[in-house]
């Protein structure tokens, strides 16, 4: 295991600078001067200078490159234009934990729906509530994340005024962006718990615990489950790795102030070192993320080999 996770480290470096590499080439593929365009429309060619000059485009490209490299791997992203605040700061003391939490909760909600609708649908096949599960997995799964969010705050806010409209803070603010997000993952994970569950049941060491006597809940939870879970386990890392990376309409309808966000108003606002060191962050993350998938799948079966 150890050998394994040092050589995944290894394995994550060039696919990182990729990643510092496609982010810093950013400012210099948008259309026009780029200088110019964070300087404002109205600024006079000092100013623009100025700003070409802090932003250190003045370089060679590869300077520049090694630089913000040095840079990022000091924690400095630079400085907002907007806010003039460091983008470091902003996005770990006001943002990051939001985004965080949101996707964590609306993970772990798609995850136990998900989990209980495959498994009962996959013991059950082809029975009413196999049907029913499905099709509303299939609703689930076909439904806009705006058109729901939108419907949840109609009924529960306006309506029926039992939760807040929009925000975050406390637990009553988590629960309609919850359900936003957890409803699309809900569906997936049901749908392939369902079809790996399937697969495992139809298996001859299936076949043959039950022919032993094992009890049904038994064979389904420890030997079933267990080796139906590994495609399961990539689908949430996938999932989570991508919420980590700023649900921006759930966070534009309810109005939460995470990472998703921020990149629509630093997009809005021509702030590119924002945009630059969010989008930079929320790659990291997502990389991160399945690393920890990766090490999840000889936690959840033991018999892969990782070496």
């Not at 300077?63 to 770990?92: H, K, P």
């Not at 799964?141 to 529960?156: A, D, K």
């Not at 879970?229 to 989570?240: A, D, E, K, N, S």
């Amino acid at each position: 295991m150890l050998t394994y996770i040092i050589r995944r480290i290894f394995q994550t470096i060039p696919v990182m600078l990729g990643v510092t590499l496609a982010v810093f080439l950013m400012m210099h593929l948008i259309p026009g001067d780029a200088a110019k365009i964070m300087a404002g429309e109205h600024a006079d060619e000092a100013q623009i200078e100025a700003m070409r000059e802090k932003l250190g485009l003045n370089d060679p490209l590869h300077e520049q490159y090694i630089s913000y490299v040095v840079n990022a791997v000091q924690g400095d992203l630079g400085t907002s234009i907007r806010t003039n605040r460091s983008v470091a700061e902003e996005i770990f003391t006001d943002r990051f934990w939001v985004t965080v939490q949101l996707a964590f909760i609306g993970t772990a909600l798609a995850v136990l729906i998900g989990l209980i609708a495959g498994i009962i649908s996959a013991t059950r096949k082809y029975s009413f509530a196999d049907v029913s599960l499905m099709i509303f997995a299939l609703f689930g799964l076909s439904m806009p994340n705006f058109w729901l969010g939108i419907m949840l705050i109609y009924f529960f806010a306006v309506d029926l005024k039992m939760l807040p409209v929009a925000g975050w803070g406390t637990w009553e603010h988590m629960i309609l962006p919850a359900i936003t997000l957890g409803t699309g993952g809900a569906a997936i994970i049901a749908r392939m718990t369902r079809s790996s569950m399937l697969e495992v049941i139809n298996q001859d060491y299936i076949r043959t615990a039950y022919a032993k006597g094992v009890s049904d809940k038994l064979v389904i939870y420890k030997h079933a489950l267990r080796n139906a879970l590994i495609p399961v386990v990539t689908v949430v890392g996938l999932q989570f790795g991508g919420l980590l990376g700023g649900a921006v309409i759930t966070e534009t309808v309810f109005a939460i102030n995470g990472l998703g966000r921020l990149i629509i108003d630093s997009i809005r606002a021509h702030d590119f070192p924002m945009v630059q060191g969010t989008i930079l962050v929320c790659a990291v993350l997502f990389v991160f993320v399945n690393f920890l998938v990766d090490i999840t799948y000889r936690i959840v079966n033991k018999r892969i080999d990782l070496n």
